[in-house]
């Protein structure tokens, strides 16, 4: 069964269907035929103890087609984003990329996200940043903000209704 | 006169205020000539999680507000750094991808051409700026002092785009530290994660991250942690009593952003560099003036 097979009996709505196909087109080429599951990558992952991942096991099912079993998984979700893995492997791949790859299938495919990703998107679509400008404490425990410090206004987009537009339709376009 | 387009990303202007308040007071000393970038966004690399059209779009649109104003961009904080390298080697390799960008930029009379260079505060300071003119500039060397690097995992990772520091042996920060009086130690957790880009999903395992990374350096008998990552610094410094009670432990080191200690040995006023901003015990250190001093 092929890796479009799989993902399909998942995932009944045509258009979106299509998309998450032609994403994984893109994909494939990510996929690496050179792996040799090793498991350096692993060895070094940060998020190996404390979250279990395993970039070398994500390595092996993308391969092996189960690329639907990894886009429902909890696990794509706890890589830390160091690049570290990528920096051992000896075969110059790179878990992270793919792993990359398969949130963003994730979110394509109406997967539910961690509420910190969706927080972030959310604030972005209403600022242009992944945060508001926070309120934090100083040393004696005193409340400040940004404009206790004599700093120019926050960045903002002139017309952010605008760039909201541009960004809802952006984040239905996928990159291949 | 070097003008430089100063763009902040999120996390500094929105919280990390003690690194702005010192790049702006810092960098102006050594001729370089700091120009806002108003309408900047989210450089979109947290986005990479979510659809990566999207950061492209993004890192594109940053770009091109620095481009329009003719001169090249300095990012400080490392994640916004590789997102935007990351987006310009993309846009270089896929010309099809920029035509389709820019069609979006368009909208707001914007154009991303790639021309511009990106800089962060490492090969700013180290490379640009250099450790000669840095050396001269120092009024109160601050010697007795040994820290520690934390350099952060975007900064010299990964090893296929241009990082400002080698991936395996960076040394750039050290250097920096060594060049206002401080002596420098290498440390076995030098460079690991601090666990900051999962905090928001995985709390607990991202304080343990920067908690045993603390922990690691204050068992060395060092007497500071210098970054140059705002995300770093918040999960190090403005996190390290969250992250002492994760592990269990009591933490207690003195964590400080390198352009702050680099202002201390300038003789710049310490309360402009944002210092009462440091959670960490920063005023164990003789150099430091306390809260009450400073007001
Ligand atoms: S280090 Fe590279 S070759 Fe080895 S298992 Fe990981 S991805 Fe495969
Ligand atoms: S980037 Fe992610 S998968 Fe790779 S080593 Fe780091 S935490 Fe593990």
């Not at chain 2, 450790?131 to 007795?144: G, K, S, T, Y």
């Amino acid at each position: 069964m092929s890796l479009i097979d799989l993902t399909s009996m998942a995932e009944p709505d045509e258009e979106q269907q299509e998309k998450i196909e032609e994403t994984l087109e893109g994909l494939k080429e990510d996929i690496p035929d050179l792996c040799y599951q090793c498991g350096k990558c692993t060895s070094g992952c940060e998020a190996f103890i404390l979250l279990e991942l395993e970039p070398h096991s994500i390595m092996g099912k993308s391969r092996a087609g189960f690329i639907d079993e990894l886009v429902n998984s909890d696990e794509i979700w706890t890589c830390m984003q160091c690049f570290k893995c990528q920096e051992r492997c000896p075969q110059d791949l790179s878990p992270v990329r793919v792993i990359f790859a398969l949130k963003n299938l994730a979110v394509a495919a109406g997967k539910e996200i961690p509420s910190g990703y969706q927080k972030m998107l959310q604030s972005v679509l209403g600022n242009g940043l992944i945060q508001q400008p926070k309120e934090v404490l100083n040393r004696a425990n005193e409340t400040r903000k940004r404009e206790d410090f004599d700093l120019p206004p926050v960045p903002e987009p002139e017309d952010m209704d605008k760039v909201q537009q541009i960004l809802m339709k952006a984040t239905q376009e996928k990159l291949r | 006169m070097k003008e430089l387009g100063l763009y902040l990303g999120c996390v500094i202007p929105t919280e990390q205020y003690g690194y702005e308040m010192s790049i702006r007071e810092v960098l102006p000393k050594f001729d370089m000539e700091l120009v806002d970038l108003e309408e900047s966004t989210c450089c979109g690399a947290p986005l990479r999680n979510v659809n990566m059209f999207t950061t492209m779009y993004l890192s594109a649109r940053n770009m091109a507000l620095c481009e329009k104003k003719g001169i090249d961009l300095y990012a400080p904080c490392p994640i916004c750094h590789l997102g935007l390298i990351e987006a310009k080697e993309n846009l270089e390799e896929n010309p099809e991808l920029k035509a389709k960008i820019n069609s979006k930029l368009e909208e707001e009379d914007l154009r991303y051409e790639g021309t511009i260079e990106l800089y962060h505060t490492l090969d700013l300071l180290h490379d640009e700026i250099g450790l000669d003119e840095i050396e001269d500039q120092v009024e109160e060397p601050l010697d007795d002092l040994t820290f520690a690097a934390h350099y952060g995992c975007n900064t010299i990772r990964p090893n296929d785009l241009d990082r400002p520091d080698d991936s395996e042996n960076p040394q750039k920060l050290e250097e920096l530290m060594e060049a206002i009086g401080i002596e420098t130690e290498d440390y076995p957790e030098k460079l690991d994660c601090c666990g900051g880009q999962v905090i928001s999903d995985h709390n607990e395992s991202a304080l343990t991250k920067a908690g045993e990374k603390i922990e690691a350096v204050q068992n060395q008998g060092l007497d500071g942690l210098s970054t140059i990552c705002p995300w770093g610094h918040r999960m190090l410094d403005s996190k390290q009593d969250s992250a002492a009670d994760t592990i269990g432990e009591s933490l207690d080191l003195p964590v400080m952003y390198y352009i702050q200690l680099l202002g201390i040995a300038m003789g710049i006023d310490q309360s402009r560099l944002g210092l009462e901003l440091n959670l960490s015990p920063v005023d164990k250190l003789e150099a430091i003036e306390s809260i009450e001093e400073a007001e």
